[in-house]
């Protein structure tokens, strides 16, 4: 009878379900719900306002992706509870919450639910800069050594400079917190009924070490005496490395996903990361953009290296024996939804829909007739801020070179190629520092289905491109280390390389640069360096000074 | 019996005239003809088609401006031709053609009419641009004193670069022409019957000065030998100053316009500059916006002073007794109707027409809901090159600060406020160079219509702010130069500043800076400077650099 796993890949708006065969990788059925909550940016669900860069997630909203999506996958697939012999998941991150030593989020509890700091903080809250600040302040100052594994900059997104919102703005709900715990771990522990933390998140979100553990309590106690014992009173120091087997289905969570209880249960994961064995790279050199909303870089090394910019580097955090690179760009997809929803012309919208086309699908067409450098435009890709190399979320987008004549679709080109330089931008960082990156492949959304996209990547980057094979690399990959989590004895792989060479993909496509391609973009790069070193290394600080102007202003 | 003028103003697509009061300013009527030929930037009457760039006109519209709107005043005003004592004219400017001795246009001529050189050059007419370019090295090496009265660069838009072109491209029409003369000027010939060239367009336009004449025969002989005499030949060294009576309406001319033979006739003069006195200015310290699609500012001053980047100062071009001063903006109106047509979505198009609201006016209330500050976003205004301060067609435009919640309205805005900038920059030029700027007076559309954006250029500018109280400031400023024509014994005035006292306007409103808006646009502007000296002084060539790019690709 054949094996099958299961991936659960948690997005930043929809959760998914992928039931694979463990043979063969064929991926026999897929279910996705959209979180009923979405993103909370401007209320709780109560209507208590939320302030400025704040996003919020609701616990409920995971738990009901395993209730619809694992029994859909299994009724759409036909396979029968008992072939499943794993289940994996991989989280946004970090996207983290205060809970209760029994797990209960903070913001399920009658006391603190209109208490915005008791809610999940997602990956892209933004609100915690100011301590993120302070923290790459305090740490360069002390010499602290473990900034330099990333890239000489803590973001704002990451574990501890959201706890410490969490204190100084709430500091009974930190007091309330038994446990500061990532999203991704606390999925798990709903399933197996125990808290079993992963080295992935821990590793690139959470400042923890394989050899050296965390920063000391000193550190923690510099940012403020009441966080001296933070890792020991609400973290923990028992990190399994990704691959373990967590746990098993618990009679309860039997119940919410219909499989079986004593299903193995693999330690949590993040999306990125997961996707590199899905695509099959299980060695140093490849180079895997994850292109969805925001572009993941992941890379492998042999190893440890200090490259600026990078979100981090951690031992066994994607393949055991390989140092994991992380870089990664804050805006891509949502580049180019912004541009489509707020700077789309109502001819474009009319013409789209009489000729049944996607928005996008009709800038892609028109951006495509253009040839490269025609427009005259150049942008720097940073309406998010910037994540690598610069590291730096109060960085804003910059469009250069408009005149009367510029159409639609060129500053639409002109926003895709910036996202392109900022990637040309992390793979000659680390070329530079010792990372040589000879490949690259790519998976998520845009690779998927935007080949106009793909090959300016491959023309600026003057790289081949490959392309995943699954157009659900993340949940294909939690599903692989659900194998892993089971185990050879049980019909699963004993590691990831094994399960990666049975069931990872690629699709036939390769993209390839094109000469007179990469030449003309070669010096739109050199501009775009230029503008990027400009504004994003402190000789024009322009752009945070705006967003000074802007916060004084709105108060 | 009441007296009255006639001003007659020739825009670019169309011609208007009022009938007004000479003793109390009262507009009594007005009538509009679009030029029947409009603008021919594609093709000839004929067929014969055009190069890039070129605008050209046709003769007979102009007269056909005073066949049909003077009558038309005539007869929706119930004046009696006996009580018009004078007229006035205003024309685009540099707007010039070839004509023969007796006044015939060379287009008019069997030989010629199929010669896009022999027609009327519309100041907008760009394909004289390398001529420009090559005048201005050539002047600079030369060391050529006047170029500094134009801010240290000729517009290819001006008299000679323009001569040049029919030169070079067209040797016959340049032999065949015995006069090359402004519009302008050819209207008041075929009133008058005489040949009267007026002060304000030889000096801004023909690089006339009162004391020097023109630039030497050595310096037209450098451009090309054949236009050593180019003065003495085709032009004229009789120049004589705003408000001089041209002549009178000829018997001819009576037939024409339904006035009486022997009615005076001023001196042509030029839109922006005849509507000084239109709103009353006739003193230094106060500055001119005519604000539409580009804006011009008209400002006096007591000295001849160097102004870096202004457009030209000129003695007696504006008034009588001081130096007139000229800088502008190329893309004003023209901005902000780029942005409506290329980038507004189509739910704003919907909302609007559902509430039966024009694009600007849905916008404009959603710009004037935000905070100063508040989008956190600057552009420069280059949309359209910067004529000044920086005298550059190659500088584009720049946005910067934009964010994944960076809403329409807010760049709307930011556009309107670039542009307020732009005025800063010129009025902190003006000042910083010797010619103080107090207080601010507006003509034109915008003016006219927009509280919004007049309140914005206030707190810009940190200045109050007057309206012109006509709606047709150029028409009625040169109804009063009519008035001074006719002179004081015949019922009207005998200098303009009288007749600016007695028929000047403003409207009652005043835009007064707010404090706190004050405040931030200070550090807005102290952002606009800093990325304008960077993107505009040679610091970072980008915008040049990518128009080069653009001309190699599209080749």
Redesign the interface.
């Given at each position: 009878m054949e094996k099958y796993v299961i991936g659960v890949d948690f997005g930043t708006l929809s959760g998914r379900s992928v039931i694979v065969n463990v043979s063969t990788g064929e991926e026999k059925a897929v279910a996705v719900l959209d979180y009923p909550h979405g993103v909370m940016d401007e209320k709780l669900p109560d209507g208590t306002p939320l302030g400025v860069d704040w996003a919020l997630q609701h616990p409920d909203d995971y738990l009901e992706v395993f209730r619809k999506t694992i029994p859909e996958v299994m009724s759409l697939s036909g396979v029968s509870p008992s072939q499943v012999i794993g289940l994996g998941i991989d989280f946004t991150a970090c996207t983290m919450l205060p809970v209760k030593k029994d797990g209960t989020p903070l913001c399920k509890t009658e006391k603190f639910r209109r208490e915005p700091n008791a809610w999940i903080k997602l990956w892209k809250h933004h609100a915690a800069q100011d301590h993120a600040n302070r923290l790459n302040a305090i740490a360069e100052e002390r010499g602290e050594k473990w900034l330099a594994r990333y890239g000489g900059k803590i973001s704002s997104e990451w574990l501890v400079p959201k706890i410490w919102q969490v204190l100084e703005e709430s500091p009974e709900v930190y007091d309330a917190a038994d446990r500061f715990i990532e999203a991704a771990d606390w999925v798990i522990w709903q399933l197996t009924g125990i808290e079993m933390r992963n080295s992935c998140t821990a590793g690139y979100k959470g400042l923890w070490h394989k050899h050296n553990g965390y920063p000391s309590g000193d550190f923690y106690a510099a940012l403020d005496q009441r966080m001296r014992n933070l890792v020991d009173d609400k973290l923990s120091r028992d990190i399994y490395p990704v691959g373990t087997r967590a746990g098993s289905i618990t009679e309860e969570s039997a119940k919410l996903t219909g499989l079986l209880p004593g299903t193995a249960v693999a330690v949590a994961n993040v999306d990125a990361h997961v996707s590199m064995p899905a695509v099959g790279i299980t060695s140093e050199g490849k180079m895997l953009m994850i292109m969805g909303t925001s572009t993941c870089h992941m890379l492998l090394g042999t190893e440890e290296k200090t490259v600026p910019g990078m979100c981090g580097v951690v031992e066994d955090g994607i393949i055991a024996g390989y140092f994991g690179y992380e870089a990664g760009q804050s805006?891509v997809g949502?580049?180019f939804q912004?541009f489509a929803?707020?700077?789309?012309?109502?001819e474009y919208?009319?013409e789209a829909e009489e000729r049944g086309l996607d928005i996008h699908q009709l800038l892609t067409e028109k951006a495509e007739g253009l040839?490269?450098?025609?427009?005259?435009?150049?942008a720097l890709d940073w309406?998010?801020g910037n994540r690598s190399v610069l590291v730096d979320v109060d960085l804003?987008?910059?469009?250069?070179?408009?005149?009367?004549l510029?159409?639609?679709e060129e500053i639409y080109r002109a926003l895709i190629e910036a996202t392109a330089f900022g990637t040309r931008e992390i793979i000659d960082t680390f070329s530079d520092n010792g990372v040589p990156v000879k490949e690259l492949y790519a998976a998520g959304g845009i690779a998927e289905k935007n080949p106009f996209i793909m090959q300016i990547y491959a023309d600026v980057t003057n790289r081949e491109i490959r392309i995943s094979g699954s157009p659900q690399a993340p949940a294909l990959g939690s599903a692989m280390f659900g194998a892993v989590a089971a185990g050879s004895q049980a019909g699963g792989y004993d590691n990831i390389v094994e399960a990666a060479r049975a069931m990872g993909k690629l699709k036939d496509i390769v993209y390839r640069p094109v000469k007179e391609n990469v030449e003309?973009y070669e010096?739109?790069f050199a501009?775009y360096r230029?503008?990027h070193d400009?504004?994003g290394r402190g000789t024009?600080n322009?752009?945070k000074?705006?967003?000074e102007?802007?916060k004084?202003?709105?108060r």
């Open positions: 805006c949502d580049h912004w929803e707020n700077c789309t012309p109502a919208m009319k040839k490269v450098g025609e427009s005259g435009l150049i309406w998010n804003t987008g910059l469009l250069v070179g408009a005149t009367l510029t159409r639609p003309v010096r739109l501009e230029t503008l400009y504004f024009n322009v752009m000074r705006l967003k102007i802007k004084s202003v709105k």
